[in-house]
């Protein structure tokens, strides 16, 4: 059996899982459904590693055209899924995350309603599904089936305890903004098939490229409007806002996943249309697109960082992480060459463990004492010295503390992007990461003062911030009483895994050969359209760099100075008055996310004009 | 006449198009309430349809439906976009399904509908 022929059972399998759960599980037992979940996932991540093995050297990439619709001519109307490196990494890292959270889930969820065992595990192979499927296609309109797939899931997924106020209100904002953003993202697909006949990747980029010369009005409409829709998911500023409600309110195992790796996803996209649509003589001039990427990645990063500084809803706080993050990738996939990209790849990897593991940790918290917020839990998780040990850790991991996979995928992007970029990166990791240590401190060792708790905090009453107060545990029985040893293994197991990532030199070799994959616009549609091999890529891998770990001992030990200076001083009764217009942009407001969403949208088109 | 005609027709189904989107975000962005929200969503999607259908039409063809016409006799319509098209509608009918029950246990346990009074989320 040909490596291409797996590609469809990549998605296929945790459909059939979901589809099974949905129809059993009125008659399973729970844990029958949880092994079935666990068992369907872990079945698609084993398909996904050994595709990834059996491809790892050899082109050129497979494809797989679903029931047999070859192009004929070059021309066609068949669906395509393409197995290039980046794709199947992302697929395979979409399904071990799932099988963590599966796992960290693990008879921990709030018991279903009778005869409604299958739902939980269900949904999110079904997530795991639309993911696999996003990542996997070679095609424009199916992209956006499994973009909607995905997102349509997650909304769920995001809303799953409808009885309380906070995450319907999270879910709908989620929802709105991202079908928006999705509907964008078609209309400029309707765009491209105007001017092309075609929807596969590369059969656009084929036909755009038979006519080379610049950039007309219908194309620049198509890409911003694609980009734009995009980007949403990825969580890129303006487009960003819905990410904080959604993360707050969704159930911890899903925030695992939505941070983890479906935001990435979006970068991901924006960055493979890129590459296969645009990237030849008949697209999108390079220095437009640099232009755009890194306007927005600087603008994601810096508001990402200061916003997570700014937060003591720990689950928000880690959302902002996140979008300070997704910043850095932007900044890195702006550079436009192998390089860059390969440190994205490998800074994707890393985060992914250390961002799981820190909302699994995070999780522990909100079942154990029924609150997030970082001033009610002051001093209270001392007895958990092994929860607030994993959780330093990943707050070190993510300030970028060689050699974890978040230190060399940042040090990689800033050799590739240049000096700002290093001062940028420290920035972000030196706030991200100080942020997570500021909160272990509080929370875990119960230094520095408590806050003023006698006056109504000011997250109450009208106030602009969103406390993590009062929190609806998510475990059945109410609060915890011991914590399952689930719950502890699967964080410690996924920083175990970003720790390898930055140590196994196999994977930075794998990394630049599959950005130098990615990125290689002619090579895509020689492969996908005639068969032909690619060339062999050029290059060396990504790898440390004396520079590289200087830096991220300089952020990481910035990170514990930032902790321990905010932790020593007294906390203010009020916010600082230069944070209030930062906080009232993030209203909670489906209409001004919209608002922004139009804002972000022209900025865009203007950036590639 | 007749050359206006076709100009305009030739136009105005994109500006159709673009119309109902940019309608649909005004909505959206200006709604009191949470279910003629959702109803803006898919006044933007409704653009969606507007514009694939636009753009597979072949003035003088018919529906790509060959059990009464043989093929390559007469001109038909684009029958891909057609197909994308009932996919966006069958995907249409699952979000906006999934909001309008968001909404109603968003009236339940916040007691609105107006997105001006949730205010669980800031910052």
């Given at each position: 059996m040909s490596v291409a022929r797996l590609l469809p059972l990549i998605v296929a399998v945790p459909m059939f899982g979901a589809a099974l759960l949905v129809g059993a599980g009125r008659r399973l037992p729970r844990h029958a459904a949880e092994v079935l979940g666990c068992v369907f996932s872990g079945g698609a991540a084993a398909l996904a590693l050994g595709a990834l093995a059996a491809t790892?050297?050899?082109?050129p990439r497979p494809a797989e055209w679903v029931g047999g619709w070859r192009p004929r001519h070059g021309a066609g109307v068949g669906i395509v899924l393409v197995g290039d490196p980046v794709g199947l990494g992302l697929a395979a890292l979409v399904s071990v995350l799932v099988l963590a959270s599966l796992a960290y889930a693990w008879r921990y969820f709030d018991e279903p309603p009778p005869r409604h065992a299958g739902s939980y595990p269900g949904l999110v192979l079904l997530f795991q599904a639309g993911m696999c499927g996003f990542a996997l296609t070679g095609d424009l309109f199916n992209a956006f089936v499994f973009f909607e797939l995905m997102g349509v899931v997650a909304y769920a997924l995001t809303g799953y305890r409808v009885e309380e106020a906070r995450p319907v209100q999270g879910a709908l904002i989620f929802a709105l903004v991202n079908s928006l953003g999705g509907y964008a993202a078609l209309l400029g697909i309707g765009l491209l098939y105007a001017r092309t006949g075609e929807l596969g990747l590369a059969q656009i980029g084929a036909r755009l490229d038979a006519h080379p010369g610049g950039p007309d009005p219908l194309l620049v409409a198509a890409f911003t409007l694609v980009a734009a829709g995009l980007l949403v998911k990825a969580a890129a500023v303006p487009f960003h806002f819905w990410l904080a409600d959604a993360h707050a309110v969704a159930p911890t195992p899903v925030c695992m996943l939505l941070s983890g790796v479906m935001v990435e996803l979006g970068l991901y996209g924006t960055a493979r249309v890129y590459w296969t649509v645009f990237a030849g003589p008949g697209g999108i001039p390079g220095a437009a697109v640099h232009r755009a990427l890194l306007v927005l990645g600087v603008l994601t990063a810096l508001l990402g960082a200061v916003m997570c500084w700014l937060q003591r809803h720990l689950k928000r706080l880690l959302a902002y992480s996140t979008v300070a993050h997704t910043g850095v990738f932007l900044v890195g996939l702006a550079t436009l060459g192998p390089r860059g990209t390969g440190g994205v790849v490998l800074y994707v990897l890393g985060h992914a463990g250390v961002k799981a593991a820190l909302f699994a940790c995070t999780g522990v918290l909100l079942d154990r004492y029924g609150s997030v917020d970082e001033h009610q839990l002051h001093g209270r998780a001392r007895e958990l010295p092994w929860v607030g040990g994993l959780f330093a850790v990943g707050g070190l991991a993510l300030a970028?503390?060689?050699?974890?996979g978040t230190a060399l995928g940042k040090a990689v992007v800033e050799e590739a992007a240049g000096g700002w970029a290093t001062a940028l990166c420290v920035a972000v990791s030196a706030a991200t990461g100080g942020a997570v240590l500021r909160a272990a401190a509080r929370v875990?060792?119960?230094?520095g003062a408590r806050h003023?708790?006698?006056?109504?905090?000011?997250?109450?009453?009208?106030?602009e911030e969103t406390t993590g107060k009062d929190e609806e545990p998510e475990t059945r029985g109410g609060l915890l009483s011991r914590i399952p040893d689930t719950m502890q293994v699967v964080p410690a197991v996924l920083l175990a895994g970003a720790l390898a990532v930055g140590l196994l030199p196999g994977l930075r070799a794998a990394a630049g050969r599959a950005a130098a994959a990615f990125t290689d616009h002619r090579g895509y549609t020689a492969s996908v359209l005639h068969g032909v091999p690619a060339p062999p890529a050029a290059g060396e891998p990504p790898d440390w760099s004396a520079a590289g770990i200087l830096w991220g001992l300089l952020a990481t030990a910035l990170a514990v100075a930032l902790a321990l200076a905010a932790v020593r001083r007294p906390v203010p009764r009020e916010a600082a008055r230069w944070t209030v217009p930062l906080r009232r942009l993030h209203s909670g407001h489906a209409g001004d996310y919209v608002a922004w969403f139009l804002a972000g949208v022209t900025v865009l088109a203007a950036l590639v004009l | 006449m007749n050359a206006i005609g076709e100009n305009a027709m030739g136009v105005l189904p994109y500006a159709v198009a673009g119309w109902l989107f940019l309608m649909g975000c005004y909505g959206l962005a200006t709604s009191r309430n949470l279910i003629h929200a959702v109803g803006c969503l898919a006044v933007c999607q409704a653009s969606t349809y507007v514009l694939l259908l636009a753009i597979g039409y072949r003035r003088g063809g018919t529906a790509p439906v060959f059990s009464d016409v043989t093929p390559g006799s007469r001109p038909v319509v684009d029958p891909v976009v057609q197909a994308l098209v009932l996919t966006d509608i069958v995907i249409g009918a699952t979000v906006t399904a999934l909001l309008l029950s968001l909404v109603i246990q968003i009236a339940k346990r916040h007691r609105t509908v107006d997105p001006d009074e949730l205010s669980e989320l800031r910052g």
């Open positions: 790892s050297g050899a082109a970028g503390l060689p050699p974890f875990f060792l119960g230094l003023p708790a006698d006056a109504p905090a000011p997250g109450e009453e009208g106030g | -």
